[in-house]
């Protein structure tokens, strides 16, 4: 078959790839079972990153003599495998639903290490956290309200977090949808979360807040200012015993720096129309061609990063403010302990998709289109694209094109718009029929996050490596089982 004489200009952007991942690329015989017998995709996990990524935070934060207590936001991957092995790691956990929170106290897991920062709380997840002692972050006075109300019946008096925003960084208001605004919450606590207050059945016990950029300096500068506020509320006899800085800690995807920096100006320059696209029907991924002139920023996660974990959260707690103190010894200084909630940086390297080849063609434009047996909301996030190559697993015995094909893969939904990637990508060759393509480290919201099941299509399956044992094994991450969700009101169970 003819294949693309310009390939090798389209920019790569390789990933970064653990030992586990390339050993199972190698195993055709093992990838092949499993195939035939959960279909495809499939979603590969080992749960052994997972705890190298806990200790390195863990680390940094002993270094710093911090008291603290880390929590795996466990909204970014559904397996339960990752509840596991926090449980078994000493590792709290961050729910952020019903379920989430149910299935962790099925499990064992210790309530002291439980979070519920939800977004939204009902009655029964309320009673849920309240009988159990589950601590609570609460996000806005209607909530205190149904929590003091329940806490009331229960006859309980409750410990709980304030969410907070609206943090000043480099002179303005960091805008967020959750949260008490940080101007007026010590008002808020003093007036009506104290005994015989208001919500007399509510303790205030610390701050809880999560940013949704990436910069070290913001992050600095909320915990800093989270500390004048518990300066604040000390003098009135009110003490922070947590500041709770949520997730949102920095990971990086590729193996290469100048893969990145190559790839962004060459999206640019196609997007400008001065080379050939190197994205579908030429998305700019954010950036935009207005009147001749390029526009906007590209809208994908910061796939390549030099501080990532343990570095970022480094560089965060040394953070030098002007009178040269710094967050770490701040806290230090006040006894306040450091919460955390990392989700995908805690999941790095732990999980990969895989999907069969099912077909290959040639659109109108004349670029070769490869279809997997998947759907894009698979392999989803809420960045623009997945900016990582994946990785083809030739499974033919006998084949030996070696002409590299620049390609598009498209999926299973009957959408114009159903790319498994925007990007297109330069593979050795193009790949036959049944030949495997793996997207490496997608286990961060990739590949759960938005997983639709239209066409009633099932579910990705979602497999789990053991090598604990001599031998290695993959089973199953079986699905939470629930009894019967509680539908009557006030029904307690
Ligand atoms: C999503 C979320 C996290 C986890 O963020 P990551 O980017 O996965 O580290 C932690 N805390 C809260 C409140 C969140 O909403």
Redesign the pocket.
Known sequence: MQTDPLSHLYPRLTAVTSPWMTELFDNHSLLDDLFREYGSPINIHHAGPFAENYESYRCVLEKHRLDHTIFF?R??NKCRIFVKEAKRLGLGV?T?SYRELKECLDLGCDPDKLVL?AAVKNEILVRLALQHGVLMVLDNEDECRLVNRIAEELGIVSKIGIRISGFLHNGEKLYSRFGFDVDYVAEFITSQLESGNHFGNLRFSGFHF?LNSYSIQERADAIIQTIYLSDMLRKKGISTKFIDL????LMNYLADREDWETFRAELKKAVMGERNPITFGNNGLGYELINGSLHGETDVYPYYNETPKEQFLEAVLINKTENGSTPAGMLRERNIELRM?????LLDQTGMTMARVIHRKKDQRGDWLVGLEMNRSQLMSSSADYLLDPILIPMQKSAVDSIPAAVYFTGGYCLEQDLILKRKITLPHLPYIGDIICFPNTA??MMHFYETQSHLYDFTTNLVINEDSEEMSIKRDELYKFNKFPLKRGVRH
């Open positions: 936001a909204k970014a961050d952020a920062t999560h949520g997730g949102g800690l909630e990392p989700g995908r940086s961060g919201y």
